[in-house]
T-cell receptor, first 111, second 114 residues
Framework: QKEVEQDPGPLSVPEGAIVSLNCTYS??????FMWYRQYSRKGPELLMY????GNKEDGRFTAQVDKSSKYISLFIRDSQPSDSATYLC???????????FGKGITLSVRP | GAVVSQHPSWVICKSGTSVKIECRSL??????MFWYRQFPKQSLMLMAT?????????EQGVEKDKFLINHASLTLSTLTVTSAHPEDSSFYIC??????????FGPGTRLTVT
């Protein structure tokens, strides 16, 4: 079983749609959970980060962590064409550990 | 969020020459910096981890004599690709971590070796 599984996509949605991006993981040692957004030919941008189960909201973005089921999700409300990018889930076993990434999913929001 | 810069954003060099890429944390002190490379449509591959004032720790399969990393201060790390060859052409991205666990990435450097 892979340590992190992320839906491969690509995903195409119309503008205004609610987008749900998901990752499952098998490593019980993961304690910190992050979502990065990467535009083409740019470095990843940290969107959301949390270390606890539950929901964390920031504007149109909501990160959800369920440690008991070992999955994390990112919800994007009222999606915009500017949200078109690759989204990567990422995990840490400890504050000083190396990031483990999902393979990323490419999202396209159609005007 | 915190800001990390990289310079240059794009560099073309001839085979056999060396290229230096700088990574700076602009508004925080980075105790640890990371160097990644990324091929088109692939995820990031960690090359090495560096702590300020210490030797870098390289991932398995990464040649430390070819990819020289120096983390001379809490705001600057450099990656030097020595004797570059066309197969070294890639997108190189650094990230930095301060006192907390979040990692912030630079905008990346596109290296083309001719």
């Amino acid at each position: 079983q892979k340590e992190v599984e992320q839906d491969p996509g690509p995903l195409s949605v119309p503008e205004g749609a609610i987008v749900s991006l998901n990752c499952t993981y098998s490593n019980s040692a993961f304690q910190y959970f992050m979502w990065y957004r990467q535009y083409s030919r740019k470095g990843p941008e940290l969107l959301m980060y949390t270390y606890s189960s539950g929901n964390k909201e920031d504007g149109r973005f909501t990160a959800q962590v369920d440690k008991s089921s070992k999955y994390i999700s990112l919800f994007i409300r009222d999606s915009q064409p500017s949200d078109s990018a690759t989204y990567l889930c990422a995990f840490l076993t400890g504050a000083n550990s190396k990031l483990t990434f999902g393979k990323g999913i490419t999202l396209s929001v159609r005007p | 969020g915190a800001v990390v810069s990289q310079h240059p954003s794009w560099v073309i060099c001839k085979s056999g020459t060396s290229v230096k890429i700088e990574c700076r944390s602009l508004d925080f002190q980075a105790t640890t910096m990371f160097w990644y490379r990324q091929f088109p449509k692939q995820s990031l591959m960690l090359m090495a981890t560096s702590n300020e004032g210490s030797k870098a720790t390289y991932e398995q399969g990464v040649e430390k004599d070819k990819f020289l990393i120096n983390h001379a201060s809490l705001t600057l790390s450099t990656l030097t690709v020595t004797s570059a060859h066309p197969e070294d052409s890639s997108f190189y991205i650094c990230s930095a971590r301060g006192s907390s666990y979040e990692q912030y990435f630079g905008p990346g450097t596109r290296l083309t070796v001719t």
